[in-house]
């Protein structure tokens, strides 16, 4: 799979809708706190953007034993992605407004299913508004879209994976990053699942440590460095992992924009802590 960088800033969007190639853009609004970003992305969204439900259309709850946010199938995001309007051969750039939460998700699950040209607008909502852009407000509904998805199982997808056992063997062996905020790393909080703590001899790369101040991935080699501090440098297996598989996207953006492959546990803490031996750690590593 080609490590070319998943980003494209907000001037490449311009350049990339103003050229002859279809341009599909998805709001994936969403964070912890307010997954619904419905009513955000009807007061102000990029021109021509579609909203995507990350809870609904990004995930699978009705799968049960793989964390919070569950892959979904590829018959529904097939579905999905034809009432977003897309069709074989779009470009499909994917944005947010917090951390790169949402837009990593969708670029991760849309590379898993097939797609190719899918991409993740760097620094969010605000760089567009900062490069000039104007918004659109209302509610969008796109004509219908004729797209095929390639892979139906995403776990097996065009993205490699882990399972937890897999995750246990790369924490003793290889390298396995917890992409949650420090002190969830440390078991110190743990506001969402019932377990605070990590899986045992992982370690602690937060998502947003591979984002700058105003919300852009950090350049390549700066990443490449950071990654390699943690045993992702290309050599050995190595896997990340958050609370449900969403933030952790972020991660293995930033590993792609370094010409790093870094496998993702979908399920992450939420599927971990769910089984009856799970181990954990608390504390730092």
């Known amino acids: 799979m080609s490590a070319s960088s998943p980003v494209v800033s907000a ?145 097996s997808g065009a993205m490699p994976t882990v399972t937890a056992d897999d995750a246990a063997r790369l924490a003793a062996e290889g390298a396995l990053l917890d992409a949650r905020a420090p002190e969830r790393f440390r078991g110190e909080i743990e506001p969402v699942d019932p377990v605070a703590g990590h899986v045992p001899g992982a370690s602690n790369l937060p998502s947003t440590a591979v984002l700058t101040s105003d919300g852009r991935f950090r350049a390549a080699a700066e990443l490449a460095e950071e990654l390699s501090a943690h045993g992702v440098d290309g050599t050995r297996r190595t896997a ?15 590993a792609r924009r370094a010409g790093l492959d870094l496998a993702l546990f979908p399920g992450s803490w939420s599927e971990w802590v769910s089984r009856p031996d799970a181990e954990v750690e608390t504390g730092n590593r």
């Open 11 to 155: 001037r490449g969007l311009a350049r990339m809708i103003a050229g002859d190639r279809p341009v599909r853009v998805l709001d994936v609004r969403w964070s912890l706190a307010e997954p619904d970003g419905r009513a955000a992305f009807e007061a102000g969204h990029v021109p021509g953007a579609v909203y995507v439900d990350l809870e609904t259309e990004l995930s699978d709850h009705s799968v049960s034993g793989r964390g919070r946010h569950p892959l979904p199938q590829g018959e529904e995001l097939e579905r999905a992605l034809r009432r977003w309007g897309v069709d074989d051969g779009d470009t499909i750039v994917a944005y947010d407004d917090w951390n790169r939460a949402g837009a990593s998700r969708a670029w991760w699950v849309l590379r898993a299913a097939g797609r190719g040209d899918v991409h993740i607008l760097d620094g969010g909502l605000a760089a567009g508004r900062e490069s000039g852009g104007e918004l659109e407000t209302g509610r969008v509904t796109a004509t219908s879209g004729s797209v095929s998805v390639g892979h139906r199982d995403l776990y």
């Open 240 to 254: 990340t992992y958050c609370g449900s598989g969403v933030t952790a996207a972020v991660v293995v953006a930033a």
